[in-house]
């Protein structure tokens, strides 16, 4: 089965709502999306409403990058998943790195976020992804394997199929260094393998799991010739109409 491939440009604290805006619009009128691909931007909170009305019509969607635990109640400061949904979100970004280092989101934590994005019914992007001292240390696949255990804690087969997961090794983000398309490559089928275990085959087919972590125009053709890397989360490269519109049309490159 093919699986539709993902694009998604996390915008992280850049761009100011008029400048996010401004900026939807030239994608929405410079991007072709190919078809069996879809393109995700994740602007800021605020820039959420306004990003969301330039999209209506066009093929982009829209996600979060962080969310709430809670359904609802007094959390100065915090935003739910159903404020995210109403504001026009499909996705959140659910665990990225930068959030575990410098918000000490733990992976309880993460899981009780994405029991919270799945249960207004919009599509959580997991992230997950092991330190260079970790991968050093030989424990890529030990942390991988916890990661993926306790953020998917309790999370049901039906829900499953509403997850994407992101392979973002933390030494790779914002630093120029991709992963090898052959070790990202080895972690997602590792990945994959862990999801059929817990959840059957077909939930493992279906999956989609993509990866993050200095992807760029020259590096994404490789990488999507691999045979489970379903697709990208870009930051930097995403801040740029000529370099999003390159990833989300990229070619396999075969080696
Ligand atoms: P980068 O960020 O593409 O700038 O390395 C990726 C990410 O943080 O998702």
Redesign the pocket.
């Known amino acids: 089965m093919a699986r539709t491939s993902l694009i998604a440009g ?1 915008w992280k604290m850049f761009k100011t709502p008029r400048e996010a805006e401004a900026f939807a619009r030239l994608l929405v009128d410079r991007l072709t999306i190919p078809p069996g691909r879809e393109a995700v931007v994740a602007p800021a909170f605020p820039s959420l409403v306004p990003v969301a009305a330039v999209l209506r019509e066009s093929g982009l969607r829209l996600a979060a990058q962080n969310v709430h635990e809670e359904r609802q109640g007094a959390f100065t400061g915090e935003v739910s998943a159903e404020m995210l949904r109403d504001a026009g979100c499909d996705f959140v970004i659910v665990g ?1 790195s930068e959030r575990r280092t410098y918000f000490g989101e733990t992976d309880a934590l993460i899981n009780r976020k994405i029991a919270s994005v799945l249960a207004v019914r919009l599509k959580p992007i997991f992230c997950l992804g092991e330190t260079l001292a970790e991968r050093e240390r030989g424990e890529t696949l030990t942390v991988i394997s916890r990661q993926l255990k306790e953020g998917l804690k309790n999370i049901v087969p039906d829900d499953i199929r509403r997850l994407v997961i992101a392979y ?1 090794p933390v030494w ?3 630093t120029g260094k991709t992963a090898a398309p052959e070790q990202a490559q080895e972690v997602h089928a590792f990945i994959r393998s862990e999801i059929e275990g817990r959840y059957g085959s077909d939930a493992a087919r279906r999956i989609r799991i993509i990866y ?4 760029n125009p020259g590096n994404i053709g490789k990488l999507m010739a691999e045979r489970d890397i379903d697709g990208a ?5 995403s801040l740029t109409v000529d370099s999003f519109a390159e990833i989300v049309n990229y070619q396999e490159v075969l080696e």
């Open positions: 996390n990225h973002e790779a983000i914002g993050g972590g200095s992807v989360l870009v930051g930097g490269a």
